[in-house]
Structure formats: structure tokens, C-alpha cells
């Protein structure tokens, strides 16, 4: 129906430029003609690609939403690599052939935002060579397994034997692995023994996800026992072999260097910002917010002496103000209730439409996840439900050790900061609210915008009273440091201006985190390079926007308004968020002067 109608408005528009056009009206006309005939190209060549990469990547097709191919992994040898490469390469070239000039500003806008899609995942591939140098790669399978497996897009039987063929084949997936990887960086291949432990400990609580599928037949229930045991033997194979093997070579450097992250920053963030004013900025930034942060800590610990590693003290003033191990699910469901109730109460933000649930994170994931984060839901399903993952202490660690971390990341005020930057007015919020855009946004991958909004809601939480406790101004400025301290060691150690253990010793003395905390953080930023800095990026160009847009609009500026505008134009690049808001202002406006 799809091509049908793309061939019915290319006829039209080829049509209509047949007409004679004597007059301005005429020409202009030609224009649109023009740009729909392009857009018509467009669509074509966009959904060529979605039905293609079923058979490509099967695992970023789920990702998608796009479910015909849910009973396949990714293959991961180096010749299914060639081939997405070549593809790709194809796609781009017949990109090429576009001419977005006469296109409207939201299908060039679009046209963008899959050629940016499509040179990342060349760049990526080529220069960044996953597959020979990422051990977690391998791993990422599961999240495959498990998405299809949990996430209600479709029937549970249909999803559970989709899951299981696609256990059934993740042992060959992992031993590609040997073959493939070379000269890993040490870090990495670290995380993915982590990784692996974890994933050994979840297989007890995946069996039970297959119960209503295996009901009383015996066969079925020998082959989801014989998938799940190959599989944790596959697993354990691996680690083993990354221990005694792939550690033996594991001198990578996982720097990508100063050329990389300029391409980062340049084509796929559209930021004019060169890799060192990328730095010299979270300098800044950090320098200003540590400021903050220690005046706060003075006042809070009731002395002007502090630094930066005091703030446990604060934490542990705060040991007693966090809900038990047992309640802390049903404490965020309430928690977020009451932040729907607050932003909508004070017309500050739109109210989310889109379902969520809030669960325990599964164990395989423990280790590379914050304590509690969004998972949206796969954008192009009809049928969207979102999962805030809340990683709680594990039961097997002592209970002082349990203690600890419930102090430190679930004490309340932290939860109300949780709360506001994952779910409302944050993360949450903004999937719900481009759930009617073109399908080109809907896949985007623009961090500036998400991780910017994420910063930006924390923030608006504090402007507008939602946090409720004395401590809560401390807290947002330790995560506020915290955020400025990562885009720090982002940049620094990416285009090679820190060393690992200078970034270390920054983190620890300057930014007051644990060795485990701080290895983490740049565990995070070595995976992710330039997400760091998109965070400080973002926010500074929404905040820009709301003071330009309050300062034209005046007395008629209506805050609400303004936020349901920014997310509707969906995760395009902040460069491009002006414009488009420009003209949904001035469309406005116009709407009034013909009422």
C-alpha cells in the first residue's frame, strides 16, 4: 500500500509540473512540485531500508519495532559485515541521488536524519570495527533475547517462541567472538567477564519466562531446557576464553582521537564545536557547578571547609530518609504518580500518553546499568509500553553493603531526581510525545536533544518546586557535577588530553567518587564517545530557545506550550530545533490573525 501510494504522489506531483506556470504563484508551485517528487524518493528509499535490514540486522530491525524477523540474531562473522557495509554504501549512494533543496523543511529535515543514520553506521563499522574490538558486542545478543521476550509489542506465545529460537542460536553467535576479536582494549574485555558472570546468574529466572509457552508439553519443555543450558555453557565458554584468551592481547586503545570525535560532534550531533572547545567547555561548566556544589555541601554539613569527598558524610545523614529493599518499586510507582500530578497541576509539561511499567532490572544487565533508567519502547510498534528498570541491591550481598547502596542511590530525594530526569517530565515524556512524527524521527539517534532534555528536566524539576527535601538542591548539584565531570573526561581522554588514571584521579578528587564509581564513569564514556558532552550541549541550546522564544512572546509566552512544541518536532538535531520551532510559532500566530 506504501509503494503504491509513494508511486500515486510522484504521478501527482510530476503532473502537476506540467502545468504552465506564467506567474510567482506558478513557480512556486512548481517548487512544492519539485520538492514532493524528491520526498516521494525519499520515502521510498527510507522504506527499501526497513525492509532490507530484517535480513541484514535482524536485532536492530526488533530494535525498531519491525518484528518479521524477531526468530534471528544478527550474524556476526566478518563477511554478514561486509555485506551490511556494502549495503549501506548502496543506500547512501542512491541518497545521493536526492535533491533535498526544494524539499519542505520537515522532509529535509528527515532527509538528514537518515543520511546521518546511514554515514554513522559506515563510520562506525569502518573506523570503530565492533566486531574485532568489542567484546560486549557478543553479549548484546541477550538484550535480543530478552526484549522479544518481555517487552508487550505482541501475543506472548508468538514473542516467547520468537525469544527461543533466538537462544537456540546465541552460542554460535558468541563463538564468533574467538575468531573475530583482535586486540581488544583491556577495559572492555574486563567489563565483558563482568558481564558474562552476570548474564551466568540470570539463566534461574529465564526459564520461568517460557512457562506459559511450554504449558504441559513435555518436548517443548526439553527444548527451552536444552536452549537455556546451551546457552549458559556457551556463556561460560566464553568467559573463560576472554579470561585466558582475549586478555592476553587486550592492549587496545579505546580512544578514538581527535579526528573521530570531530566527525562525531560535526556529523552526527550537527554542533558546530570543535573536539577542544568541546573540553574547554565541560571545564567550564564543571568549575562553576563545583562552586555551587561546595557552597551547598558547607551549608548542608554546617562548616565552609569542605571538598568534594565529604559528600558521603551528607549521604550518610540521609541513611535513615530511604524506603526498604521490598518497597522500592511501589515507592518510584507512587513517586512518579505524584510527579504526573505536580507538572500537570502547574501547567508546566505535557502529560504522557504512552503506557509505563515500572520493574526490576534483570540480572543479566546489573553491571552496565545506572541504578534505575528508561527503556522505551521500540518506536515504530503499535503498541508502546515503556519499562523504567529499577536495579536493586542483590539480596546475596551483605546487608551493610545492601545499606550502602540504598543510602547512595535510593535515599528519597534521589528517587524525586530519578523520577523527574527518566520518566516526568524527562525521558518518558519526550518518547510519549513524538509518537506522531515522520518514521525517519522516530528511529533518530540524536543525543544532544535526549540526553539534553534528560538534564534540562532535572533542572525545571528544581526551578519549579517538585523536589520536596532540604537535601534535594544538594543532591541535583552532586549529579549535576557529576554530568559536567563526565563530559570532562569524554573529551579529555577521547582526543587524548588525559591520561586513564589522570581521568581517574580527576574523578575521585574533583568530582568526590568512589575508584569503583569512577571506573565506571569511564568505562561509560569509553563505550560512548562524545555522549558525555551531549548532555551540557543540549540543555544549554533548550534553555537558549526558552529564553529567546519567553523574551519574543512576552506576557503570552506560555511554558507548557513551549515544551509540547520542542518535543513534537521529534530528536533532530539541536541546530535545527530553532527553525522548526520559528516556524510552528509563526504558524500560530497566524492561526490567531484569521480567528
Known amino acids: 500500500m506504501r509503494k503504491k ?3 500515486l504522489i510522484v504521478f501527482g506531483a510530476l503532473c502537476a509540473a506540467a502545468a504552465p506556470a506564467g506567474s510567482y504563484e506558478g513557480e512556486m508551485s512548481d517548487e512544492r512540485v519539485r520538492g514532493a517528487v524528491e520526498a516521494a524518493k525519499l520515502t521510498q528509499q527510507f522504506a527499501r531500508y526497513l525492509a532490507n535490514i530484517q535480513t541484514l540486522n535482524p536485532e536492530e530491525a526488533t530494535r525498531f519495532g519491525i518484528h518479521e524477523s524477531d526468530m534471528h540474531l544478527t550474524p556476526r562473522d566478518l563477511e554478514s559485515e561486509r555485506l551490511r557495509m556494502e549495503a549501506l554504501k548502496n543506500y547512501l549512494r542512491e541518497m545521493d541521488k536526492i535533491d533535498s533543496e526544494p524539499m519542505s523543511p520537515e522532509d529535509g529535515i528527515d532527509f538528514v536524519l537518515f543520511r546521518t543514520k546511514l554515514e554513522m553506521d559506515i563510520f562506525n563499522i569502518e573506523q ?6 568489542r567484546p560486549q558486542d557478543y553479549l548484546s545478543a541477550l538484550d535480543a533475547i530478552y526484549g522479544v521476550l518481555t517487552k508487550d509489542f505482541d501475543a506472548y506465545e508468538i514473542r516467547s517462541k520468537n525469544a527461543l529460537a533466538r537462544l537456540e542460536q546465541l552460542p554460535a553467535e558468541l563463538q564468533q567472538a574467538e575468531s573475530n576479536l583482535y586486540h581488544p582494549p583491556r577495559l572492555w574485555v ?9 548474564a551466568d546468574k540470570s539463566f534461574p529466572d529465564l ?3 517460557f512457562k506459559r509457552l511450554i504449558g504441559g508439553d513435555p518436548l517443548l519443555r526439553n527444548r527451552v531446557d536444552q536452549a537455556v543450558l546451551g546457552a549458559r555453557e556457551a556463556i561460560r565458554h566464553y568467559r573463560s576464553w576472554l579470561k585466558e584468551s582475549a586478555m592476553l592481547q587486550a592492549d587496545g586503545d579505546f580512544r578514538i582521537g581527535d579526528e573521530a570525535y570531530g566527525y562525531y560532534l560535526e556529523r552526527w550531533h550537527h554542533v558546530d564545536v570543535t573536539p577542544p572547545q568541546a573540553l574547554r567547555l565541560a571545564r ?6 563545583q562552586r555551587e556544589f561546595l557552597d551547598e555541601l558547607g551549608r548542608f554539613l554546617g562548616r565552609r571547609d569542605v571538598s568534594a569527598g565529604d559528600y558521603e558524610e551528607a549521604i550518610y545523614k540521609l541513611s535513615d530518609d530511604h524506603p526498604a529493599r521490598e518497597n522500592i518499586i511501589s515507592v518510584f510507582q507512587r513517586e512518579i504518580e505524584r510527579a ?3 507538572f500537570d497541576r502547574f501547567r508546566l509539561t505535557p502529560v504522557p500518553q504512552e503506557r509505563m511499567r515500572t520493574v526490576e532490572t534483570p540480572s543479566y544487565m546489573a553491571s552496565r546499568v545506572p541504578f534505575a533508567f528508561y527503556n522505551a519502547p521500540y518506536p515504530l510498534d503499535h503498541v508502546r509500553v515503556a519499562e523504567l528498570y529499577v536495579n536493586l541491591p542483590s539480596k546475596k550481598l ?3 553493603v545492601q545499606d550502602s547502596m540504598l543510602r547512595s542511590a535510593f535515599n528519597y530525594p534521589y528517587i524525586e531526581l530519578t523520577v523527574a530526569q527518566e520518566v516526568y517530565p524527562g525521558r518518558h515524556l519526550q518518547d510519549s510525545e513524538t509518537m506522531e512524527v515522520s518514521r525517519p524521527r522516530h528511529l533518530a539517534d540524536q543525543p544532544c536533544l535526549t540526553n539534553g532534555w534528560a538534564a534540562y528536566a532535572q533542572f525545571l524539576a528544581m526551578e519549579r518546586g517538585y523536589y520536596t527535601s532540604h537535601a534535594a538542591k544538594l543532591l541535583y548539584l552532586r549529579w549535576e557535577l557529576v554530568r559536567y565531570a563526565r563530559a570532562v573526561v569524554d573529551a579529555g581522554l577521547h582526543i587524548r588530553k588525559m591520561e586513564y588514571e589522570e581521568a581517574v584521579d580527576f574523578l575521585e578528587k574533583e568530582a568526590g567518587l568512589s575508584g569503583n564509581q569512577a571506573k565506571a564513569e569511564i568505562l561509560r564514556v569509553s563505550l560512548n564517545p562524545t555522549e558525555g558532552v551531549s548532555y551540557l550541549l543540549g540543555m544549554d541550546e533548550i534553555l537558549r530557545l526558552r529564553d529567546k522564544y519567553a523574551g519574543i512572546l512576552d506576557r503570552k509566552f506560555d511554558l507548557r506550550d513551549f515544551h509540547r512544541r520542542l518535543l513534537s518536532l521529534g530528536k533532530i538535531p539541536v541546530s535545527m530545533i530553532d527553525a522548526e520551532l520559528g516556524r510552528s510559532y509563526d504558524q500560530a500566530i497566524k492561526n490567531l490573525e484569521i480567528r
Not at 570503530?128 to 574490538?133: A, F, H, S, V, Y
Not at 574486563?190 to 552476570?198: L, T
Not at 567550564?284 to 557547578?289: A, D, E, I
Request: with cysteine; charged share 35%; aromatic share 6%.
Open 5 to 7: 501510494l509513494s508511486r
Open 128 to 133: 570503530m570495527r565492533p566486531l574485532r574490538t
Open 190 to 198: 574486563e567489563q565483558a567477564i563482568q558481564e558474562c558472570d552476570d
Open 207 to 209: 526459564t520461568p519466562l
Open 284 to 289: 567550564r561548566k564543571f568549575r562553576r557547578t
Open 340 to 342: 504526573y500530578q505536580h
Open 398 to 400: 551483605s546487608e551493610a
